[in-house]
């Protein structure tokens, strides 16, 4: 099987990693004063093990993640009008059943709508890791994956991409709402090293 990014597992509600690419150690991606746009997915696992998305966390999610960036030197600008551009997939799974659904080939995110005028991620295919194997049967895992873009004309330059992982609550059906605080704090976390 093809491992697209590397997950490492931690404890419940602490950081199993959070790998970059595209930027220098030290350097922040997107200037003071830029401004910027994001916009974010939430995923669960259907009756097949496969994933399926939920939009009710996506609205109070985002408003959080603009608030925070917002109050460091940064200017919210939705609608195309942004300098930078920040796509975020956020997934609340049973590793288990998810080990299962990615031997079938069958764990792919679904298509958004739209992507135009979004920076992109390395593939459609989930982010898995062995690691995965070694949480508890009842323990739910989240995953989050970020791309940064920056706008130039018309289109978007993907610049950045980091994911990361974390155990979260113990649930057989592991919905959103088990991994959403941890998810959260990850993508504040994420967010406050590019936007500094």
Known sequence: MTRY???????ALAFLSILCTGAVAGESPVPPGSSFDIRIRTF????????KEVEAPV????????????ARDYRYAPGGA??????VRLVCLHPHLAQ???MKNDLRYPLPANESGLPLFPSRIFVWSKQLESIPRTQCSGVLELAVGRREGTSV??????SGALACGKDT????????????????KALS???R
């Open 5 to 11: 990014l590397r997950i490492s597992l931690l404890p």
């Open 44 to 51: 669960v696992q259907n009756e097949y093990g496969g994933l």
């Open 59 to 70: 609205v109070p999610l985002e408003k959080t993640a603009i608030t925070d960036v917002a």
């Open 82 to 87: 942004s300098d930078f551009v920040v796509n």
């Open 100 to 102: 299962e659904a990615a």
């Open 157 to 162: 330059r993907t610049i950045m991409n980091r």
């Open 173 to 188: 059906d592991c919905p959103f709402e088990n991994c959403q605080r941890g998810l959260e704090s990850m993508l504040l």
């Open 193 to 195: 090293g590019i936007f």
